[in-house]
T-cell receptor, first 115, second 114 residues
């Protein structure tokens, strides 16, 4: 079974500053993917960034980057130059192996951005 | 290219009634997934379907819930004899395949049982 744990229920950041959201996961699969999804007040789920477990290089997407520590089963999200539009619930998500098709979500972290 | 469509966006049902939630995947996508989100929680997987086949229903409650994805038309999540505990947001996602596991989500249907 796969589990995803987000230990920060809420985080806040000043506009233009940097914030890091934490995530740990557990899986017995050797081939898997990790994602960060964002859910703004509209409730629409938006894919922020993805990481293939077999790739050592950390994924980046513009202001968003991850720190993937495979041995520690850690997958944190760094948001640089935070913007008001980044305010949302962020979910760390795991998928892969024999449970293909099934995404496993963490509990979520609510990010508040202060102007 | 239209995204994943779900309707209705909001659905109110009295206890004991049936709820039907519809999902049209993105064009070219043949894999559909249903998730449920209770207040203040993450999404929980319910079922994974391909056209005319249920691939994985390990997250579906054993009773009252069913899902289908017919050859023609949208995927349907059906909840019979709804109870207050069924009140939640139900999200549908679709993908072109399972290799990359990337799923695109619809806006969700918020079901309220009174």
């Amino acid at each position: 079974a796969q589990t995803v744990t987000q230990s920060q229920p809420e985080m806040s950041v000043q506009e233009a500053e940097t914030v890091t959201l934490s995530c740990t996961y557990d899986t017995s699969e050797s081939d898997y993917y990790l994602f960060w999804y964002k859910q703004p007040p509209s409730r629409q789920m938006i894919l922020v960034i993805r990481q293939e477990a077999y790739k050592q290089q950390n994924a980046t997407e513009n202001r968003f980057s991850v720190n993937f520590q495979k041995a520690a089963k850690s997958f944190s999200l760094k948001i640089s130059d935070s913007q008001l539009g980044d305010a949302a619930m962020y979910f760390c998500v795991n998928a892969g192996g024999t449970s293909y098709g099934k995404l496993t979500f963490g509990q979520g972290t609510i990010l508040t951005v202060h102007p | 290219n239209a995204g994943v469509m779900q309707n209705p966006r909001h659905l109110v049902r009295r206890r004991g009634q049936e709820a039907r939630l519809r999902c049209s995947p993105m064009k070219g996508h043949s894999h559909v997934y249903w998730y449920r989100q209770l207040p203040e929680e993450g999404l929980k997987f319910m079922v994974y379907l391909q056209k005319e086949n249920i691939i994985d229903e390990s997250g579906m409650p054993k009773e009252r819930f069913s899902a289908e994805f017919p050859k023609e038309g949208p995927s349907i999540l059906r909840i019979q004899q709804v109870v207050r505990g069924d009140s939640a947001a139900y999200f549908c996602a679709s993908s072109a395949g399972t290799v990359t596991y990337e799923q695109y989500f619809g806006p969700g249907t918020r079901l309220t049982v009174t």
